[in-house]
C-alpha cells in the first residue's frame, strides 16, 4: 500500500466507521469547524472596517476644497446631528447651487426642498410607533431610500434634506464640488491593545479547542490500530491511518467552519455593536489569512494526532505506551509565561504617552502568557493530586485515577483555564481603561439637563428670547435658562488681558457667580475661575476700557469698546450646570451696550422635571424648528461610562460560549472515558456501590481538575491583567466582581457537565454491562 | 459397546430379517467395522434364548434360511435400562454414547437426559478425582488431572452433542 | 460475622435449611427470555456449580439470585426475606455486606491498589480506611497475594488479579460468593490454583458459593451442579447423585 493509500484508508475510517466513527468524526468537526468559524470572522473584521471607512471617504465634505463662491458645480452641505431618543441621527441639509453639483453617494437625485432622502433604519424608526415626533421634527415628506453604498452599516440612522434657503455660514456649512473624506484617525493605542488582546483571548483557547478535538476519541481509534497492525500493517501505515482519519476530522471541520461563517455573516446585520453596524458583504476574510487557515488547521490536526502517537506504540494486540511517565519538570513550562511577561515589561507606561505598542511583542507576550497556562496546568495538576490524601470512597476513587493520568484531567480543563485567564486580563485592562476613557463632567443634572448654543450665524439667534420661552412651556420642562456669552479683551486685538464676558439676568447670574444683591445695570469681577488660569481677576480695572469680542485669530471680531462701570464688587465664581467656572465678567444685560449682541454666544439650558417622558424630544423639535443645524446636548455627571459596556457584556457572552464549547468538549471526553468503564461500574454496582458514590467520583474527578484550573487561570489573568494596566499607564487594581462572574461560570459549567452525564452513568451501571458480549 | 443392546434397539422401530439388522447397524455404527453375519445370528439366538425378542416369521428361499424378528417387551424393558444407566466413566467411551445418543433419537426417548445423567455421572468422577487431588501428592496430582482432562474432553464432547441433538435427529430420521 | 445459624422461618415452599431460594424465575430482555422457569437452591456451606451452554441463562440466573437483576416473576427468598420485595437501596445494602462477587475480568479498579480495592467493600459498608485495609491484607494472605498490596492491578498477572478479585469478594465476610466464570481467563494451573483457594477460603467461614462456569474441571470443585438450558435450570444431581 502506498502512503496515498493509508492516507485514504484513515479518511474513509472517519467517514465510513459505523455511528462511533460519525459521531467521533462530526464531535472533532464541530469543535474544529467553531474554531475556523471564528478565525475567519477575526479575519473579516479588518475589511469589514475598511470598507466602512471607504465609504466614509466616498461621502465626506471636509476633504475637497471648499469653494468661495458658488458655481454650476458646488453643493451647500449643512452637516449637523440630531438626538432622538438614544438614538444620534446623522442629518445634512443640501442645497445644489448649479445643475453639476455633485450628488452624494446612495441618492440618485436631490430632494426637493423640505423633501427628505432616509436611510432604511432611520425609515423603520420614523414609521415604528415611537416615530412620531422624529416625523414632525424632520417635517417632510419622505420622497427617496438611500441606497447602502451611502452608508457606513445597515443600521446607520441618516438623512439627506433638500433646502432652498440653506445660507453659507463657516463652521456649519460646507460649499464643496466633490464629495472627499479625511483620512480617518488611527485607533487609539489603548483601544488597538483591547483589540488585539480581545482576539488573542479569544483565539487563544479555541486553538487549545481544536487541538483537543482532534484528539476525540483517540483511545478507541489506538484499539482500532491496533486491530489493523493484526492483519499486517506496520507501525509506520498506522501513523499514517490515523494522520488520515485527523486530516478527515480536520477538512469537514473547515467545512463545518466555512458554513457556520456564512451562517453568522448573514446574521452579521442584525447586529449594532457600539452603534456601528456592517454589512454582511462586508465581512470578506482576506485571502490570505483564508489560505492559511485551510493550509493550517488540517495540518496541525495531523501534527498533533502524530505528536500523540508519539509516546505511544500500536502492537497487534493492543497499545503500549512506552514513554515511562516521567515526573513533569517545571523549568520549561515556567519559561512559557516566563518570555511573555518579558514580552511584555519593556512597554509599561506606553499607554500613557500615546505612543504606540509594538503588535507583534503584544500578542506574542500575552499569548505565551495564556499559552503558558496549558504548559503549568499539567504539571499543577500532578503536583496537586499526588499530595491529595484520604477521604470517602467516592473521593479515593477519583484521586487515584487522577494520580494515574492527571495528564488527560489537566488537558481536558486547558481550554477553560486559558478561556478564564483570558477573560479576566481582558476584564482587567477594560475597567481600567473605563475608569480612564470615563471622566467625571461635572455636570450638575439637578440644575439642568440640557444645553444648546446659539452661534452668531444661527438663523434663531436673534430670536433666543422667545425660543427661551417657548422651551419654559414645554411640558415637562422645569425651566429654561437663558445665558449669553462672549469674550472681553484688553485690547481690539488679541492681548494677555483676555477673559470671558457673561451675560444674563439676576437670576441667570447667580448660576455662575455668588452674586447677591443684584439689579439691571450691575457688573460684577469673577474670582477663583479656571479658565484664564488665574485667582485673581488681574486686569481687569473698574473704570477700565475694554474690547467686546476682539479680533482674535483669521476671523474680525467686533472689537466692540466698553467702560466697565466703576462701583464693580467682586464675587466668587460658580460652577455653571455644565460643570466649569466661568472668568472674567458677569454683567446684566442693561449694563453692556446693545450692538454686543451680535457676538454672544447665546446658551440655554433645560431642565426637567420629569414628569413627560417625551420632554427631551420635544424640546429638541422645538429647537429643530427654529434652526436645524443647532446642536442640542445632553449634561451627564459622567462622560463615556456606557462605551464600554457592550464590550463588556460582549465579553462576557463571547467567555461563556467558549466555556460552554469547552463544557462541551468536557462532557464528550468524561462520557467517552464512563463508556470505556462499562464493565467495571456494573461490576462495582454488583457489589453494592451506591449509585451516589459513583456520581460524586465523576463530580471530583471534574471539579478537582477545573478548580485548580481555574486558580491558574486567576492568577496568571491577575497578572496578565495588571501588565496590561500597567502598560496602558491606568491605576492597578485587581477587579474581584469580574472573577467571580468568571469562576461561576466555569463552575455552572463543571455542574451541568457532571449533570449531564449522570444519565449516561447510570444507564451505565445497569446489570447489562456485567453480560460478557 | 453392547452389540445385542444396539440390535434390540433397532428391533424397536419393527420387525426385521437378520439381513436387514446387518444393514442398518452397518449403516448406522459400523462405519469402519461392518458386523459379520454369523456375529449377528449368534446375538439373534441368545437374546431369543432369554426371551428378548421373537420369531415374527420365516421365509424360506434359494438362499440361507431367513426369519424375522420383532422385540418382545421383556426386550423394550432392557433397552430401555440400558439406556438409562450411565455409561462407566472412562476415556474413550465415545462409541458406545454415541450409540446410546442414536438409539435414544431413533427409539423416541429423550437424548438431554440421558446427557443430562451422564454428565452427572462424569461430574461425580471428577468431584472425587478432584478431592483426591487437593490431598494428594504432585505424581497423585498428575494422575488425575490426567484422567480429569480425559473426562473432560468427554464431557465437552457430551456438550456438543448436545448442542447438536436436533441436527442429528433429523439425519437419522432421514 | 457470617456464621449465625440458618434462620428458621423459610417460606414453605423453600427447601428446609436453604439460605438462598429461588422457584420459577422468569426473566426476558426484549423479545428473547434468558430465564423461562427457573429452580434453585442453596445451603450454608455449599458450592453448587451452575453449567450450561453459552446464552443458556447462566449468568442472568446468577444476577436474580445476587439481586442485581429483578425478575420478571417467580420467588427469590434469602435467608427467609423476600428479595424481589426489596428496593433497589436494600438490595445493594444486602450486596455490600451479605454478598460477595467474582467475575471474569474487567473487576479490579485499575486506578486503586490492590489493598485498596480488597477493602473497597468494607469502606463501602462503613469501614474506616485502616481497619479496611488491615483486614484485606489478612485476606490477601490467605489468597497467597499479600506481597502485591501497593502494586496497581494493571501491574499484576491475571491469576494474580483473580485471586485479589476473590479476596476482594470475601473480605466482606459474605454468606454467599457468587463467581461467574471466575477462572475464564486463566490457564489451567491458574484457575486450578484460584479454584482451590476459593472454595477452601469459603468452606472455612460456611459461606455458600455459586459458581457459574462451562468448564467441567472447575465445576468438579462443586458439591452439586445445576444445567441451565433455554432458560430453564435442571437440579441435576439431585435426582441422581443424591
Redesign the interface.
Known sequence: MSALDDLRLGVKFAVNGGREGWTRTLLTAVGVGLGVALLLITSAIPNALTARDQRSAARGEFGGHSVEKAGPDTLLVGSFSTDFLDHPVQARMLRPEGPRAPLPPGLTAFPKPGELAVSPALKELMESGGGELLRKRLNGPVTAVIGDEGLLGPHELLYYQGSDDLAHRPGSTHRISSFQGVEQEGLDPVLLLLVLVACVVLLAPVAVLIAAAVRFGGDRRDRRLAALRLVGADGRMTRRIAAGEALAGALIGLAVGAGLFFAIRSTAGLITLERISVFPADLVPLPWVVLLICLAVPASGVLVTLLALRGVVIEPLGVVRTTKPVRRRLWWRLLLPAVGLALLLPMFGQGGDGGDFNRPQVIGGTALLLIGVTALLPWLVEAVVAQLGSGPVSWQLAVRRMQLSSGTAARTVNGIAVAVAGAIALQMLLSGITGRYTDDTGADTSRANMSLNLRPDSRAHNKAGELTERLAGIPGVARALAVDQAFLGGSSEASDVFSELTVGDCTALREFGAVTSCKDGDVFLTRGNETDGTSTPAGFRPGGRYYIDPTVGPTTGLALPWTLPTGMPTVESKEGPEGYRRGGILATPGAVPAAAREAYVRAIYVKFDGSVPDAPDLVRNAVYTADPLIHVSVLSETRTANRFEQIQRGMFAGAACVLLLIGASLLVSQLEQLRERKKLLAALVAFGTRRSTLGWSVLWQTAVPVTLGLALAIGVGVVLGMVLQRMTAVSVGIDWGPIAIMSGIAGGVVLLVTALSMPVLLRLMRPDGLRTE | MSIGHTLLGLLEAGPRHGYDLKRAFDEKFGHDRPLHYGQVYSTMSRLLKNGLVEVDGTESGAGPERKRYAITDAGITDVEQWLAEPEKPEPYLQSTLYTKVVLALLTGRSA?TLL??Q??????L??I??DRK?GGDLADQLICDHA??H??AD??WL?LT??RLDRLATEIRR | MSNQPPQNNTPGHAPAGSLLTATDLRKTYGTTAALDGAHFSIHPGEVV?V?G?SGSGKSTLLHCLAGIVTPDSGTLTYDGRDLSAMSDRERSALRRSEFGFVFQFGQLVPELTCVENVALPLRLAGTPRKDAERTALSWMERLEVDDLGPKRPGEVSGGQGQRVAVARALACGPRVLFADEPTGALDSLNGERVM?LLTEAARSTNAAVVLVT????V?????R?I?V?DGTS?D??ME??R
Open positions: 438431554d443430562d445423567t454428565r452427572a455421572e462424569h461430574l461425580r471428577m468431584r478425582l478432584t487437593r480429569l482432562f473426562l473432560e464431557l465437552r456438550e448436545a448442542a | 456449580a453449567m451452554p482451590q462451562h468448564e467441567a474441571r465445576a468438579a470443585y462443586s458439591d451442579e444445567v438450558r435442571r441435576v444431581s441422581f447423585t
